[in-house]
């Protein structure tokens, strides 16, 4: 049996890729687990949620926080609206008559600026405290949110928190593959911070220290010129300056925030190609690293398809290529699924699998060539 270039580099690339998956299930389990104290001194935390047309989810998200098990003492919500044009302020405004014991402040944008970076910067202006924590307006965190945030925070006092987010809802097949495969980012986003190298974060449940934030606020950490990827540079941000060790992943079931997926396909395609979008400003190599294995590997198990197909004496490689990257993929899904309660959903892991290298290639190159939309609003690439 003879072994061409093209397969030696096939296997080759399958090998990378499955020792990266082993990593970050090692990095997983690395991750700390702390049960929560009833004598943790609380910190003072400003919640900062930026909104655009987010009328309904911003009133079930208010709510949500007024039932955490924390102090109400003890954080301020900061809501900045990005000219919103429905009647999100309006909601906010009726809201805070009705609970005037919350501390909300409410903001908005001024004429000739916008998007959620802008936002952010002046929910941070208003913040105060220990802590400060990022969230989106579509997330709904448990009763125990702030309480476990603040335990990790006190542990090990670091710059950053990353939360862990898993989406719910809808019972379609579309709803659950993209449940799924967020659960895959979760899996990567928490090994790479358990093995120290964090790469990835999420703006729905982000906790910076606030000092820090302070110290270093001259380099802009959101990168203005950018539409997207607020979480993600500022992650990068506090990489340059402090390290990786400084930032940690929240392993706690009750610090998962629920959010829901794109409503249809078209959603989700723009929504990911917002992510793709701007991968080009990208520095940091282990991110860098990590993609193009991903990418290389989707390339392999479309063209070993290709090879299979032509001639059939290459089927053995097509099944050695699918067959193992099927079974890492199962090995990486299987205790994200169990610590977000999520178990239902491995049932539909093998059809991920099978569809996940050609969505990769899609989003990859849709997300680099074309432009996306995004809360009514057109950004170029």
Not at 56 to 84: E, G, T, W
Not at 148 to 159: L, T, V
Not at 292 to 319: D, E, F, K
Not at 355 to 360: L, V
Request: net charge positive.
């Amino acid at each position: 049996m003879t072994v061409t270039f093209f397969q030696a580099a096939g296997l080759f690339i399958l090998l990378i890729y499955s020792l990266l998956i082993l990593a970050f299930f090692k990095g997983w389990r690395k991750l700390p687990v702390y049960e929560l104290r009833k004598h943790t001194l609380p910190a003072y935390m400003s919640i900062v949620v930026p909104v655009r047309n987010e009328a309904i989810n911003i009133i079930k998200l208010l709510y949500a926080l007024k039932r955490q098990n924390y102090d109400q003492r003890c954080f301020r919500v900061i809501i900045v609206d990005d000219h919103s044009t429905d009647s999100t302020r309006e909601h906010i405004k009726i809201f805070r008559g009705k609970h005037p014991q919350m501390n909300i402040i409410l903001k908005w944008l001024p004429d000739g600026k916008t998007s959620k970076k802008q936002a952010l910067k002046a929910g941070v202006a208003q913040a105060k405290g220990d802590a400060l924590i990022f969230m989106d307006a579509d997330g709904l965190p448990g009763p125990d949110y702030l309480r476990i945030m603040n335990e990790y925070y006190r542990k090990d006092r670091p710059a950053m928190l990353l939360g862990p987010i898993a989406v719910h809802g809808g019972s379609n097949l579309f709803d659950r593959l993209q449940a799924l495969e967020f659960l895959s980012l979760i899996f990567s986003t928490a090994g790479a911070a358990g093995m120290q190298k964090p790469i990835m974060a999420n703006g729905a449940s982000l906790l910076m220290d606030m000092q820090v934030l302070q110290e270093y606020h001259n380099d802009d950490p959101f990168k203005d010129d950018l539409a997207s990827g607020d979480d993600m540079f500022l992650l990068h941000h506090v990489k340059k300056y402090l390290g990786s060790k400084r930032i940690s992943f929240v392993r706690h079931p009750g610090a998962i925030i629920k959010t829901c997926g794109a409503i249809t396909p078209a959603a989700f395609r723009e929504q990911r190609k917002r992510w793709v979008s701007k991968s080009t400003a990208y520095r940091d190599p282990f991110l860098i690293f990590v993609a193009i294995t991903v990418w290389l590997m989707a390339v392999v198990q479309a063209t070993s398809l290709g090879a299979g197909a032509i001639n059939p004496n290459l089927l053995y490689y097509t099944a050695i290529i699918w067959g193992v990257k099927i079974i890492v993929d199962i090995v990486a899904l299987l205790p994200v699924t169990r610590f977000t309660g999520q178990k239902n959903l491995r049932k539909y892991i093998l059809l991920l699998t099978l569809m996940h290298p050609f969505y990769i290639l899609f989003t990859s190159f849709s997300g680099w060539l074309f432009p996306y939309r995004w809360k009514g609003r057109k950004h170029k690439r």
